[in-house]
């Protein structure tokens, strides 16, 4: 599919994303099928929920005039990469505002964003804490004029509209979807796109992730007006917090890379998948159940 920027060139995205069956004898063993929506491939630089939060982000910072696009992140934020990597393709000027002092020279994923057009600023973690402060946003107006406001992570009403698209492109039958959870946006979408009688599965990629039930309550309350009942968040994988490892998932990693050609994100699908195989091996499934897990890169 290929997007047609509104003031610049047009960028090819591969949307539908795929969908492909993995089989693995694990699975096999348990009766559980599982459908892999690859929306990793989505766009190199663009990939996965990212292009599916910002979408519709887009199109209203342009509806409103506004060039400018401010958002937050940590030194090592995937969504940081992402907002340059649209302000880029797109025309948009772009500011991240990063957790913590600056450290030169930059790590790769700031080092991508700087290289994009991204206008880096830094804020001390006590302050990043009450980034949505009256008198902080106040600030960031009058340093960077007016602009459009994405959150951490690209998590708003706008992005769930994105994320709710992705069970319509499930064309095969399916009962559960599964997505990693480091926001709520992802999660909230799909629970909101689901059609009666599926359910969906997040996995908390963030050490003691419990409040993220809440922020999936509030972005669906934001996005639709009321919370579904169609979901829940499995708090048990998360290897230590976010960006965190520990060898049992640096094994899982490389012995999926072996079985099935694929070498999965540390950062949030490993973290699913080790979870999806671990709750199929303790018969979470009933035999017959199909799982579509999407992998957001």
Not at 58 to 63: G, I, K, P, T, V
Not at 79 to 85: D, E, K, L, M, Q
Request: net charge neutral; with cysteine.
């Amino acid at each position: 599919m290929a997007y047609q920027a509104w003031w610049s060139r047009e960028v090819s995205l591969r949307l539908p994303s795929p969908l492909t069956e993995l089989v693995d004898d694990r699975l096999s063993r348990a009766g559980v099928r599982l459908l892999l929506k690859r929306d990793d491939l989505i766009h190199p630089d663009l990939p996965g929920n990212k292009w599916r939060k910002l979408t519709y982000n887009l199109r209203a910072a342009r509806e409103q005039d506004l060039r400018t696009l401010v958002t937050f992140g940590g030194a090592y934020s995937n969504h940081i990469r992402a907002v340059a990597a649209a302000g880029a393709y797109f025309g948009f000027d772009t500011v991240g505002v990063i957790r913590g002092e600056e450290h030169l020279p930059l790590n790769r994923s700031l080092a991508y964003a700087v290289d994009r057009g991204m206008r880096l600023t830094y804020l001390d973690r006590t302050s990043y804490r009450d980034k949505h402060a009256p008198e902080l946003l106040a600030l960031l107006r009058t340093e960077f004029g007016k602009h459009y406001l994405i959150p951490e992570g690209g998590s708003n009403a706008l992005a769930v509209r994105g994320c709710a698209e992705i069970p319509g492109e499930i064309t095969e039958p399916y009962d559960v979807v599964c997505v990693p959870v480091g926001t709520g946006g992802t999660l909230a979408g799909i629970a909101a796109g689901l059609a009666p009688g599926r359910s969906a599965l997040g996995f908390s990629v963030l050490k003691g992730g419990q409040f993220l039930v809440g922020e999936v309550e509030r972005l669906q309350r934001a996005f639709c007006g009321s919370v579904t009942t169609n979901w829940r968040i499995e708090y048990d994988f998360h290897f230590g917090g976010y960006a965190k490892s520990k060898p049992e998932l640096e094994a899982f990693i490389a012995d999926f890379a072996t079985r099935h050609g694929l070498t999965l994100d540390p950062i949030y699908p490993a973290k699913m998948m080790y979870g999806l195989f671990a709750l199929v091996e303790a018969g979470h499934f009933l035999a017959g159940t199909t799982i579509a897990a999407v992998l957001t890169g």
